[in-house]
Structures are given as structure tokens and as C-alpha cells.
């Protein structure tokens, strides 16, 4: 079993209200089996909501507000969910304050990326999960 962010099999629950399918992920998860997460929404976090991005460790929306809470919770409950599906790999939206799995936002809110990995994608692999990027497919 395969956990995968559910913004890359088109479910609209990004920050912007919109989805980034991507079809070589769905080709590729055509014969397995796979579970969606959005550790966001999973968070308690609206759709749509302010763009967040991680500064000094921690998490923020880009009217500096602490959303921090939210995307632990959400992460939390997203490894809780893949562990109960016995799942090993998760395939994630690389960039993401949540799912990056190389590179996140810097925090400036400029759109500039650094190396980096996401609040879920750290949690995901201390528990002995395997992370791969969304842009791994492209």
C-alpha cells in the first residue's frame, strides 16, 4: 500500500483551492494499491486558506500567523492513517510546508525554495517510511 498526497490524484485541497494532479503518479499507481492524505486538511485547515511556509522551524501563513499546531496534528494523524494501511512508500508534493520531501519554501513567502523537508515528510520518515517526490515522476 502506497500513501500519496491527495492534491497529485487532482482532489482539490491545496491552499489555493486547487489540485496539481499528475498524471505520470497516476500512471504509475494504476495497478497497486494507494490511500490519499492531506495532512493539511487533515490539520483542520480550510480550503482554500492562506499560502504557510516555514520559518525559524516552525510554521507560518503568510500573514504570520501560527499555523504550526495544525500541520503537527495533521502530520500526526496522516503517519496514524498510513500505519494502519501498513503502508512503507509515500509519494508527496515536493515544495510543500508539508509534504516537501528535498526542498520547501525559505519562509520569505517569495517563492524562493531551499533544502528542506516538510513537517509530514520528517515525521513520515522518523517512523520508517519511505518519501518520494512528486517531482521524481516528471
Known amino acids: 500500500?502506497?500513501?500519496?498526497?491527495?492534491?497529485?490524484?487532482?482532489?482539490?485541497?491545496?491552499?489555493?483551492?486547487?489540485?496539481c494532479m499528475n498524471k505520470k503518479v497516476i500512471d504509475y499507481l494504476k495497478d497497486?494499491?494507494?490511500?490519499?492524505?492531506?495532512?493539511?486538511?487533515?490539520?483542520?485547515?480550510?480550503?482554500?486558506?492562506?499560502?504557510?511556509?516555514?520559518?525559524?522551524?516552525?510554521?507560518?501563513?503568510?500573514?504570520?500567523?501560527?499555523?504550526?499546531?495544525?500541520?503537527?496534528?495533521?502530520?500526526?494523524?496522516?503517519?496514524?492513517?498510513?500505519?494502519?494501511?501498513?503502508?512503507?512508500?509515500?509519494?508527496l508534493k515536493e515544495s510543500s510546508p508539508s509534504c516537501g520531501v528535498h526542498q520547501v519554501y525559505d519562509g520569505s513567502f517569495s517563492g524562493k525554495k531551499i533544502a528542506g523537508k516538510g513537517i509530514c515528510t520528517q515525521l513520515l520518515e522518523e517512523n520508517g517510511i519511505s518519501c518520494i517526490s512528486s517531482e521524481e515522476f516528471e
Do not use: N, T, W
Open 1 to 19: 500500500m502506497i500513501a500519496v498526497s491527495k492534491c497529485l490524484l487532482g482532489e482539490c485541497c491545496r491552499y489555493d483551492g486547487k489540485h
Open 32 to 91: 497497486k494499491e494507494y490511500i490519499g492524505i492531506c495532512p493539511e486538511c487533515l490539520g483542520g485547515l480550510p480550503i482554500p486558506r492562506q499560502p504557510s511556509e516555514i520559518i525559524d522551524g516552525k510554521v507560518y501563513s503568510s500573514s504570520l500567523q501560527s499555523v504550526d499546531d495544525a500541520f503537527h496534528s495533521g502530520a500526526e494523524k496522516a503517519l496514524q492513517i498510513i500505519k494502519k494501511h501498513g503502508c512503507r512508500v509515500a509519494i
